[in-house]
């Protein structure tokens, strides 16, 4: 029976297989190639102006790891709840950012406790460093997650626009996505590590909001332990470190974040990819946008609970997962979109074993470059957030290959 189910598999899987042929793996190369080739020309001379030849018509290269960096030189030298006092470290920063530009530390004193040394290193230096660690992650994750597609993945990993738009504004994008992949990679056969995974996305804890779901309705009770105990653990040090005025201060620095930033600034809501975004710079008021967010956030964290409850494999699991987090943020940006990198690393290898569609690639490809029209809704702000109808698309997608696979098994 084994083997006739089997075969059956793979005659399906055959007859889902269009012949695309404009969409070969050298045609893939080719075009992931010629892309990166041009990021990296923008992104070696956009550094090179700044740090090298100090052109002042020039912003800064890594924004938001300025933003890092003065928090780390604020609490070495002025103690750790300097760093979410905004009148200390817009002073900070006046130095680094453009004129008139300031950037809150909206993070809690978890992520502080990661970054604390930074600010011993020239900034530049410290940037660069931040870089290539991040980018080692990324690579050595989106390396694991591809599977059978392994043999050319490197390209359209590196061609990624979410790599370089997380690059660009030196956010800590490429981070959370190793320790999301790492988990969710683990979390089936090492339960005890996926634990600790879940544990280190303390430091920007929004975005592991749908861990705790994940691992009830899979019943992944030695993960939940692991992560519940290293979770106290992670926070104990951090507050033995800081003491609890820092968590005072953060509690306040976010909580104003929040008023003045993510829920009333049109300019700021414009990068922001979320259904909450969306609803506001079209001009509803900040209750309706929750409103209409949080319909679609329980609409797409429901087919989860219900993919993970019937234990659909893992492909379609962990790429819901990722679309769902997404989905679930009120308040998220462009760079948070490199952690798009899993699921359309983990859809290809369930595309290669089951067989796909014209309309699956399609949806891996305007997935591919989601980030890149996010980041580019910020010059151009009329062209609006398309990610939202993306992910939608995505968790639609694969609704209906579960929906399959259920049937395949009556």
Partial sequence: MPAAHKKNEQKSAAAATPAVQWLTPLCVR?????????????????????HVARDPAVSILGWDFAVYWSASSLAMTHGAPAAYDWGLLKAAE????PAGS???????????????????LPVGMAFLTFLICGVVLYLAVTRWTSGPVRAWWLLPALGFPGLWVAMAAGQNSLFTLAVA??????????????GAGIALLCMKPQLGALFPLLLLCEKRWAAIASAAASSLLYITATWLAFGTETFMASAR?????????AENSIQVLSGAPTVFAVARTAGCSVQVSYLVHAIVAVAAVALCAWLWITRSRFGLSASAFIAASLLFQPYLLYYDLAWLA????????????????????????????APLQSFLAVPYPAMGQWTPAVLLLMLAAIWHRHRLELSSRM
Wanted: with cysteine.
């Fill in 342 to 369: 899993l699921p359309i690393s983990w859809l290809s290898v369930d595309f290669a074993r089951r067989g796909y569609t014209t309309s699956d690639i399609a949806l891996l490809i305007i997935t591919w470059l």
């Fill in 94 to 97: 006046a130095s680094l950012l």
């Fill in 30 to 50: 080719l075009y992931c190639g010629a892309l990166f080739l041009i990021e990296c020309y923008l992104f070696l001379y956009w550094f090179w102006a700044y």
């Fill in 253 to 261: 620095s976010i909580t104003l974040f929040r008023h003045e930033f």
């Fill in 181 to 194: 992949g790492s988990t969710l990679m683990l979390l089936r056969r090492h339960p005890i590590a996926a």
């Fill in 102 to 120: 300031f950037g809150p530390f909206a993070y809690p004193p978890s992520f502080l406790l990661l970054i604390y040394p930074i600010a011993m």
